[in-house]
Structures are given as C-alpha cells and as structure tokens.
C-alpha cells in the first residue's frame, strides 16, 4: 500500500499565493514522477505539473511562469509554489505519484484524496 497526504490547500485572493505539499509513504523503492492534477466542477482532470526522480519538469501551458514543481526525493515529497494565482486557477488539486515501486505491489501510479484550492477575484 502507497499512501498520498496533501496539505497546503486554501482560499486566496487573487495575485496571491499558495503552496501544497505532497507526501508518499509506504513500501516505497522508487518513484518514477511525481506531479499535480487538478479538476475544476464540470472539468475534466488535467495536467498542472510533474517532475521525474531526475528533475525533469512539465507544465501546463496556463500555468508555466506562474507554478514551479520541486521533489525532495529522499522523502518522496513533491511541492507546487502557486504564485500570481487568478480565479481560473480553483479547482481541486489532486497529488499523483507515477511508475511507483512498491515492495510488495510491483508497478502502479497513486494519488492523493485531493485539496481545495479556491481563487477569489
């Protein structure tokens, strides 16, 4: 079992700032990727961010210069600064783990329950 805890989540005017954390624990040996997802009410999820266990980094067209993604991958955490937020940005962000290894499981991807994330103009 792979376990996703997300903290960070909240209300914010607009312009401000927020960051969620993200952290995996469980019979853990690797973790591929790491990334952000969110789901606006009457969207469909979709990418905001990933970064691999060697740094690598893709974001969302409408978040690129505002988002910045960064893994502690000794204890498989993933971060997302929400800088310059706008009210196009709320939805529920939900933390993904990708490719995990898992000792007991083999190959599989998690994610987290989610966190609100609410933008106010």
């Known amino acids: 079992q792979v376990q996703l805890v997300e903290s960070g989540g909240g209300l914010v005017q607009a312009g401000g700032s927020l960051r969620l954390s993200c952290a995996a624990s469980g019979s853990i040996v690797s973790i591929n990727a790491m990334g952000w997802y969110r789901q606006a009410p009457g969207s469909q999820r979709e990418l905001v961010a990933t970064i691999t266990s060697g740094g690598f980094t893709d974001y969302a067209d409408s978040v690129k210069g505002r988002f910045t993604i960064s893994r502690d991958n000794p204890k498989n955490t993933v971060y997302l600064q929400m800088n310059g937020l706008k009210p196009e940005d709320t939805a529920v962000y939900y933390c993904?783990?990708?490719?995990?290894?898992?000792?007991?499981?083999?190959?599989?991807?998690?994610w987290g329950q989610g966190t609100q994330v609410t933008v106010s103009s």
């Open positions: 993904a783990a990708l490719k995990v290894l898992s000792h007991v499981l083999g190959y599989g991807d998690w």
